[in-house]
């Protein structure tokens, strides 16, 4: 019998979707390294598992990052899936983000999953096979207002991740970046990872009370199921081939597809001013 069980690297599995990437790794037969702050933690959030390993990780920290890699390889003998699914979001109007808001954004969202990559693809090469699955946003394809720096963050992973692709194909390593839409996890918690400006500018007083209220709101009412998404990323990881992107939920497809037409009328509006700006023969 063919052993078509696999070892997934999760970060950010202490909560939210995390937790259900985590069990439906684990439901379908497959080895997981359960990453967080605190294994215990995360631990805690699982339960026991004889195919479980928990790893403390604070993906802003490199050295943290090699430490974890190194404890998946000695337990389990080899890395085949990361999931970088760790973040938070830093919302807010541009001016009433503060500098050091903006760069923790950046760590945390964008720096912290290079981090744990590049902790992982020696492993991944070394094997010349794997999966490297990034978590990004619809955010990270459109953007909106009220996530300047949230939206900046997942845009600079969409790059990367669509860059990262050519170098890893010779190796028999795939990519997949996932744009969720609004899943009902544990994002807009306050607190917990959703952070409110720090600067007060009165111009965007108003308008940014307004939005705060307005998303606290949403909190539980979001459409996604976190639970589906889970197992279809562990669908889509068992599948023959890894798509390049996966559009996660119904608003993120009718988002892009909106945001692609207006693209695209764009590009028609000015195409001729476009092409003229070729030397002259």
């Known amino acids: 019998m063919v052993d078509n069980s696999k070892v997934w690297f999760i970060t950010g599995a202490g909560r939210g979707m995390g937790i259900d990437i985590a069990h439906a790794a684990l439901a379908a037969g497959h080895s997981v390294v359960a990453t967080g702050r605190s294994a215990e933690r995360v631990l805690a959030a699982l ?17 943290a990052a090699t430490a974890a890699a190194e404890a998946a390889v000695e ?13 938070n979001f830093y919302a807010g109007y541009f001016e009433n983000i503060s500098p050091e808001q903006f760069r923790a954004q950046m760590e945390t ?9 590049r902790a992982i693809l020696p492993v991944m090469r070394a094997q010349r096979s794997g999966q490297v699955i990034t978590i990004t946003s619809s955010a990270g394809l459109i953007g909106g207002e009220f996530t300047a720096a949230y939206a900046a963050s997942k845009f600079a992973l969409e790059g990367w991740m669509e860059s990262l692709r050519f170098d890893l194909a010779p ?12 899943f009902r996890t544990e994002l807009l918690v306050e607190g917990s990872s ?13 308008r940014t009370a307004q939005t705060i209220a307005a998303w606290k709101g949403m909190h539980g009412q979001q459409g996604g199921d976190p639970k589906k998404l889970a197992q279809a990323l562990v669908t889509l990881s068992d599948s023959a081939e890894l798509p390049l992107r996966f559009v996660a ?23 001729e001013l476009s092409a003229s700006l070729t030397y002259d023969a």
């Open 47 to 63: 339960g026991e598992h004889e195919n479980l390993l928990a790893v403390s990780l604070d993906i802003t920290d490199p050295g």
């Open 75 to 87: 337990r389990f003998g080899r890395i085949d899936v990361l999931v970088n699914n760790a973040g």
């Open 109 to 117: 969202n964008f720096f912290g999953p290079l981090n744990v990559t």
């Open 171 to 182: 190796f028999g390593i795939s990519t997949m970046a996932v744009e969720p839409g609004f």
């Open 194 to 206: 959703t952070i409110w400006p720090e600067l007060d500018v009165e111009d965007y007083a108003e």
């Open 249 to 271: 939920g119904a608003d993120a497809t009718a988002g892009v597809e909106q945001n692609l037409a207006t693209i695209q009328g764009q590009l028609d509006a000015n195409r």
